[in-house]
């Protein structure tokens, strides 16, 4: 009986060359918990991330949450701490003014919240001349103005 030759085992290639494509830059949206239903700024609203860490002591408030993602580049999120569900945020006769894309999202809560301008002012003042704006959840009554009592939106973007 002849013995076959032994096979020599193949050593594996680690040469090998990658090639790396460059992607679009991602980012995380900046998310903020509103936990109140004052309309009041006493944190600290340079950016969502200060807000965070120094809220003023009392929770963080829609206006507050605003203002700091008008202040931290690219489109924020602001949700709603579930103790809210069914409040009513009486402003203070005062637009809540959005310079960027944003989304107010309160469709975690089981019952909506209000957003009541007691018709002293608009309610949501959009300017943001390319952002969108999205609202999901909210009640909007009360506003008062000549051009958008409710939401004003002046974007090329689009509003849902």
Same mark, same amino acid.
């Not at 009360?142 to 849902?160: K, R």
């Given at each position: 009986?002849?013995?076959?030759?032994?096979?020599?085992?193949? *050593?594996?290639?680690?040469?090998?060359?990658? %090639? !790396? *494509?460059?992607?679009?830059?991602?980012?995380?949206?900046?998310?903020?918990?509103?936990?109140? %239903?004052?309309?009041?700024?006493?944190?600290d @609203?340079?950016?969502?991330?200060?807000?965070?860490?120094?809220?003023?002591?009392?929770?963080?408030?829609?206006?507050?949450?605003?203002?700091?993602a %008008?202040?931290?580049?690219?489109?924020d999120?602001?949700?709603? #701490?579930?103790?809210?569900?069914?409040?009513?945020?009486?402003?203070?006769?005062?637009?809540?003014?959005?310079?960027?894309?944003?989304?107010?999202?309160?469709?975690?809560?089981?019952?909506?919240?209000?957003?009541?301008?007691? #018709? *002293?002012?608009?309610?949501?003042? !959009?300017?943001?001349?390319?952002?969108?704006?999205?609202?999901? %959840?909210?009640?909007?009554t009360?506003?008062?103005?000549? *051009?958008?009592?409710?939401?004003?939106?002046?974007?090329?973007? @689009?509003?849902?």
């Open positions: 009986m002849s013995k076959k030759p032994r096979r020599k085992r193949r *050593q594996p290639n680690y040469a090998t060359t990658h %090639n !790396f *494509q460059a992607l679009e830059e991602r980012r995380l949206l900046a998310n903020v918990a509103v936990g109140n %239903n004052l309309d009041i700024v006493n944190g @609203t340079s950016s969502i991330a200060a807000l965070i860490t120094d809220d003023g002591g009392d929770g963080v408030s829609l206006r507050e949450a605003i203002s700091a %008008n202040n931290t580049a690219g489109a999120g602001v949700t709603f #701490d579930d103790s809210l569900s069914g409040e009513t945020i009486l402003l203070n006769g005062t637009d809540l003014d959005i310079n960027d894309s944003l989304i107010i999202d309160a469709s975690a809560l089981s019952t909506s919240i209000t957003i009541d301008a007691d #018709d *002293q002012s608009r309610i949501l003042n !959009f300017t943001a001349s390319t952002g969108d704006l999205t609202i999901d %959840n909210l009640t909007i009360g506003g008062s103005s000549a *051009q958008g009592g409710g939401v004003f939106f002046d974007s090329s973007g @689009t509003l849902t």
